[in-house]
């Protein structure tokens, strides 16, 4: 008998300390997602944050091995950083996520997507210059 309760005791341990690790991992998601003047977001979260959102959206889908969207990453990160607040700057990267890009179809990256009220309204395939970036922002508020 003693040794039955020992079992369910760990069993008990061991699921109560996955609980702890699993809330612990979104918490640190959640901190890494305000530390930036940016998102990140994937399938199962993009929908309620996008969707809901009453600013100009402006969703780059890139990938971690793609050298354009290596060049675009600091150009999006600057013009997020200036319209902190009035924009709502968001990334998906597209090999870890594979409902949202499809859903848009994107077949190239790096992609510029702006959305507002939920639907698209412009999008820019490829490497641009900041300014022709940030024109469509501005022109998009």
Do not use: H
């Not at 008990?12 to 530390?35: A, D, P, Q, T």
């Not at 309620?48 to 793609?66: G, H, M, Q, R």
């Not at 997020?80 to 924009?87: D, F």
């Not at 992609?111 to 939920?118: E, H, M, N, S, Y």
């Amino acid at each position: 008998m003693s040794e039955e309760y020992d079992k369910e005791l760990e069993k008990i341990k061991l699921k109560k300390l996955k609980e702890l690790i699993k809330s612990i991992e979104k918490s640190n998601k959640e901190e890494r997602k305000m530390e930036k003047s940016y998102i990140e977001l994937g399938d199962e979260d993009f929908d309620s944050i996008v969707n809901t959102s009453k600013k100009l959206v402006v969703v780059d889908f890139w990938a971690p091995w793609c050298g354009p969207c290596n060049i675009m990453a600091p150009i999006f990160e600057r013009l997020a950083e200036k319209y902190k607040g009035k924009v709502l700057m968001v990334k998906v990267n597209v090999d870890e996520n594979f409902i949202i890009p499809q859903r848009f179809n994107i077949y190239g990256v790096p992609t510029f997507v702006f959305i507002k009220d939920g639907k698209e309204i412009k999008r820019i395939i490829g490497v641009v210059r900041e300014e022709v970036l940030e024109r469509e922002i501005i022109n998009n508020l």
